[in-house]
């Protein structure tokens, strides 16, 4: 096979079969190595599925580096489909090869007034 070279393993025993893109790969390192980048990318991956509009609603864009992958998160907005609740889109992006590893939109359900105050005064009464 013309794309593929032979590595053997630690023991010696095995082949394993490394195919060109691998090689490529690891000749290149991480792909997505810049924040920004992956935070374009992340918006391009909205824009490209619900459009420029749902896009713009979405922006500022912030990303955090989590070693191997970067986790991206959108800014938040009213969402339409849930009768305005509040939501956000997270992106997980794989450095090494940019692959989009989750993609979901969350729904953040608005904290009613004084409800901090209920839940403090039944911790409180469950520590009694």
Do not use: C
Not at 25 to 48: C, E, N, P, T, W
Not at 51 to 70: S, V
Not at 86 to 98: E, L, N, W
């Amino acid at each position: 096979m013309e794309n593929e070279m032979n590595s053997s393993d630690d023991d010696g025993n095995q082949k394993r079969v490394w195919t060109r893109d691998e090689i490529l790969m690891s000749m290149l390192g991480d792909m997505i190595v810049s924040r920004d980048f992956a935070q374009d990318y992340a918006d391009l991956l909205i824009k490209h599925r619900h459009g420029e509009e749902q896009a713009a609603r979405y922006r500022p864009w912030t990303a955090e580096d989590k070693g191997k992958t970067w986790e991206v998160t959108s800014g938040v907005a009213a969402d339409e489909d849930e009768d305005g609740a509040p939501s956000i889109y997270r992106v997980t992006i794989a450095k090494q090869d940019g692959r989009i590893l989750m993609y979901k939109q969350e729904t953040r359900m608005p904290v009613v007034h004084g409800i901090a105050e209920i839940i403090r005064s039944a911790k409180k009464k469950e520590e009694r």
